[in-house]
């Protein structure tokens, strides 16, 4: 019965939600551009439908994502886990945080709807030069390396800010040198990680090691992993168009070569047969 009351409740916020969306979108049609919705019917459908994935969305959020996140967390820094002899000399004793880290960042990144969404638009535009599945997996792992560095923060307790500002330098290094035409996806790339998979779990990741890693405040270190989550599939993005076109350049200058050579030795093997027929 309570499951019940929380989805009416969460179904009657995310409609007061999406009410100025839909408002939005009906007066620019008629009043602006003064012609009328195509397909109407099915586009009211598509309203119903939105507002019915979100409201199971969030609910699954508040009853699983969260919880499990947390208690995730919580599990992995106890101390019986972390050490039984019930003394925590060194962050190494937590790297079972940074697999997790690791591997909840990957997972969620490569589930990302938004994500996926990007991805093949940008094969679409690009003629197929970017793979879908490149760029996912370039992305994700940008996103898992920042989460668990993240998380590594969280455990030394060290300033954000000197992540984030190395972090920002490398990212302007980058964009000096990488391909003209991948800086702006590169860019998006990091914004679209922080959507509606990767973000619950990670938020409650981080609220979590706080909580239960002595002398860290859930406020100040809590937060922070989505900045990482943010920035890091920038350079991945970069990386590996950079690493991309290096390749390509690499063999076009094999494939440039070898013609070279064909075209020498077809050159010498015309000099040879015309000196034996003179």
Same mark, same amino acid.
Request: a positive charge; charged letters at 10%.
């Given at each position: ?21 839909? !408002? ?22 598509g309203f119903i439908l939105v507002l019915l994935g979100l409201t199971l969305f969030l609910t699954g959020l508040e009853k699983a994502l969260f919880p499990i996140g947390r208690l995730? &967390? ?26 997790? &880290?690791?591997? !909840?960042?990957?997972?969620?990144t490569i589930a990302e709807p938004s994500l996926i969404a990007v991805a093949i638009k940008a094969h679409e535009v690009s003629g197929g030069s970017i793979h879908v599945w490149g ?6 792992l940008g996103v898992a390396i920042g989460i668990s560095l993240g998380s590594w923060r969280i455990v030394t307790g060290y300033p954000i800010y000197w992540f984030i500002i190395v ?14 035409? !991948? ?5 998006? =790339? ?7 998979? %990767?973000?619950?779990?990670?938020? &409650? ?6 909580? %239960? ?16 989550? =943010? ?31 064909? =075209? ?12 034996? %027929? =003179?």
């Amino acid at each position: 019965m309570n499951l019940l009351s929380d989805m009416l409740t969460t179904l009657l916020g995310t409609g007061r939600d999406l009410l100025p969306i839909i !408002i939005l979108i009906f007066v620019f049609q008629i009043l602006i551009l003064r012609k009328p919705i195509a397909n109407l019917p099915q586009v009211v459908f598509g309203f119903i439908l939105v507002l019915l994935g979100l409201t199971l969305f969030l609910t699954g959020l508040e009853k699983a994502l969260f919880p499990i996140g947390r208690l995730m &967390a919580r599990q992995l820094t106890d101390i019986n886990f972390v050490n039984p002899a019930g003394e925590i000399f060194h962050w190494s004793q937590y790297s079972w945080v940074f697999v997790f &880290a690791f591997a !909840i960042g990957a997972t969620t990144t490569i589930a990302e709807p938004s994500l996926i969404a990007v991805a093949i638009k940008a094969h679409e535009v690009s003629g197929g030069s970017i793979h879908v599945w490149g760029l996912r997996i370039a992305v994700a792992l940008g996103v898992a390396i920042g989460i668990s560095l993240g998380s590594w923060r969280i455990v030394t307790g060290y300033p954000i800010y000197w992540f984030i500002i190395v972090g920002y330098i490398i990212v302007v290094i980058q964009t000096v040198f990488a391909p003209k035409a !991948i800086i702006p996806l590169a860019y998006d =790339s990091g914004g679209v990680t922080t959507s509606t998979v %990767t973000v619950p779990l990670v938020t &409650a990741l981080g609220l979590g090691l706080a909580e %239960t890693i002595p002398n860290r405040d859930p406020l100040i270190d809590g937060f922070g992993l989505i900045a990482f989550a =943010s920035l890091f599939p920038i350079m991945s993005v970069m990386g590996y168009a950079q690493l991309a076109h290096w390749r390509i350049q690499r063999q076009m200058a094999r494939r440039a070569q070898t013609e070279h050579n064909l =075209s020498t030795q077809t050159a010498e093997y015309s000099n040879t047969q015309k000196r034996e %027929t =003179s």
